[in-house]
């Protein structure tokens, strides 16, 4: 078998024009997920309520469901249910199918990362040991100024290695956006190789700009990560 | 200056403080000793009201505050008045030993910046760090860490300190380091209320030494009234227990 190079080359300039759309999804996502990750974190911490129980539940039932399955669900069946409460319930006069795809992968992504990193937020504060809360109290912080200044702090040090993990999966998994007529890398490479059945060099073209991409985002990590616990110095003397 | 009145805390319907009196006068340096899990953590965590307890009252400097009903605003005024050493120092990991100290100061009690640096420094030179100012509690060792959490209590200006065992989580060879920056704190003038396992200390240092057993004081008195004439047979038994430890810890 030989390689189209010529196809491959042309394929991978075509592709790197779905980059900003890849990053945009995961961008969007994180910036939209992590803020509800975080206050569903608190809410499990504190364990009284519903709060953390439907918090608990919803956990579970978006990690327990493949990704595609939510997918196909939320791109065929939503649209036909907003409309219907839309226009028919509401009789707004509202297009709900000119929707712009990206928000419903805005959407799907968001609803997944948000269950994720709302576990991995829970077990990072939890890392920050209780007595230091304590401590903060006892000096005359609130419980919110505690929070602030001293456990989330620590507790973002050491949720970082597990929020770079969330992030490049969210990044391969923004490769599915193609099922919702999104146009990213995936999409356009598909696209191309489509008019010549070159498949193969397609997908190894998609293959290397993901590993680029994962390991800008590993590098990125690891450099923030370094910034960020300089106070974990060992002892120098 | 302080008195507590028949404090009573249970956990999840185990009684374990059963009505603790006590009264501490300015200047006072109180012992409190007693077997394992005779309730004197939970005593001193009452007292700064990181446990709730269910019954009981504290009068400072004649203000008056019911345990139960306590609200948010006399909660935060007793703690103003109240540091507390904690057994694991609990140092903020994140910041600095300076930092550690001035916290309290810049940010619960809006002191100016640099005047809280001022007091930092000098509450961490009087436990003997003015050399580690700028170490994270990770670089500083067990004794010193222990000391930076002294400093944090005792910059805030307390009317008492609360101690919890401060000593016992170090390698014993740092344990004297400790002793000798409460020591000097109680020379200063200092109101302080103990708990530790440290005979010496509380036979040098304490006015008044307290044993408690059960959730109850059992007795209390001078050293020398616990020391050489305890009452109680419960007394009896813990001080030959404990010194006995110590006598053959030092063979
Ligand atoms: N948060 C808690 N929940 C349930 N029980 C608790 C809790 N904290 C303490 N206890 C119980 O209260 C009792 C007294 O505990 P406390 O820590 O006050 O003892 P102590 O006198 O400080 O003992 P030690 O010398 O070992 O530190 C123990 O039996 C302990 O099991
Ligand atoms: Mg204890």
């Known amino acids: 078998m030989k390689l189209n190079t010529d196809f491959m080359i042309k394929t991978f300039l075509a592709a790197l024009k779905g980059i900003p759309v890849t990053l945009e999804i995961t961008v969007v996502t994180l910036l939209l997920s992590a803020p509800i990750a975080f206050f569903m974190a608190l809410k499990r911490l504190h364990k009284k309520g519903i709060g953390s129980r439907i918090t608990a539940g919803y956990v579970s039932f978006v990690r327990g469901t493949p990704i595609v399955l939510q997918i196909l669900f939320l791109y065929s069946l939503l649209p036909s249910l907003l409309n219907y409460l839309l226009n028919r319930v509401l009789e707004l006069d509202f297009d709900v199918f000119g929707v712009p795809p990206i928000l419903y992968a805005f959407a799907v992504f968001g609803l997944n990362t948000t269950a994720v990193l709302s576990e991995v937020f829970r077990s990072a504060l939890l890392t920050v040991g209780h007595g230091q809360m304590e401590a903060a109290i006892s000096v005359g912080l609130s419980r919110r100024q505690a929070y602030l200044r001293i456990i989330i702090p620590q507790a973002m040090v050491s949720a970082l290695p597990n929020i770079c993990n969330t992030t490049v999966n969210l990044l391969k998994s923004t490769s599915l956006a193609f099922m919702m007529t999104v146009k990213d890398i995936m999409a356009i490479a598909k696209v191309q190789a489509a008019y010549g059945y070159n498949y193969i060099e397609a997908y190894l073209v998609v293959l290397l700009i993901y590993i680029l991409l994962c390991t800008l985002v590993q590098l990125l990590f690891k450099a923030v990560e370094r910034y960020l616990s300089s106070y974990k110095k060992l002892v120098t003397c | ?251």
Do not use: W
């Open chain 2, 1 to 251: 200056m302080l008195e507590v009145k028949d404090i009573h805390k249970s956990y999840s319907g185990n009684e374990i403080l059963k009505g603790v009196s006590l009264k501490v006068e300015k200047g006072d340096i109180i012992v409190i000793l007693g077997p394992s899990g005779s309730g004197k953590t939970t005593l001193l965590r009452c007292l700064n009201f990181l446990e709730r307890a269910e019954k009981g009252s504290i009068d400072f400097d004649g203000i008056h505050t019911e345990f139960k009903s306590a609200t948010g605003h006399q909660i935060n005024e007793i703690r103003k008045r109240t540091g507390f050493v904690f057994q694991n120092y609990n140092l903020f990991a994140n910041k600095t030993a300076l930092q550690n100290v001035t916290e309290g100061l810049i940010v619960a009690r809006k002191v100016p910046k640099k005047e809280a640096v001022d007091r930092a420094k000098q509450a961490l030179d009087k436990v003997g760090l003015s050399d580690r100012y700028d170490y994270y509690p990770s670089q500083l060792s067990g004794g010193q860490q222990q000391r930076v959490g002294i400093a944090r209590a005792i910059a805030v200006n307390p009317d008492v300190i609360l101690f919890d065992e401060p000593t016992s989580a170090l390698d014993p060879e740092l344990v004297g380091e400790v002793l000798n920056v409460m020591k000097s704190l109680a020379e200063e003038g200092a109101t302080m209320v103990v708990v530790t396992h440290e005979m010496g200390f509380a036979q040098d240092v304490a006015s008044r030494v307290v044993f408690m057993d059960g959730g109850t004081i059992v007795e209390e008195g001078t050293p020398h009234e616990i020391f050489s004439r305890p009452r109680d047979p419960r007394t009896i038994q813990f001080l030959r227990r404990i010194l006995r430890e110590d006598y053959e810890y030092s063979i």
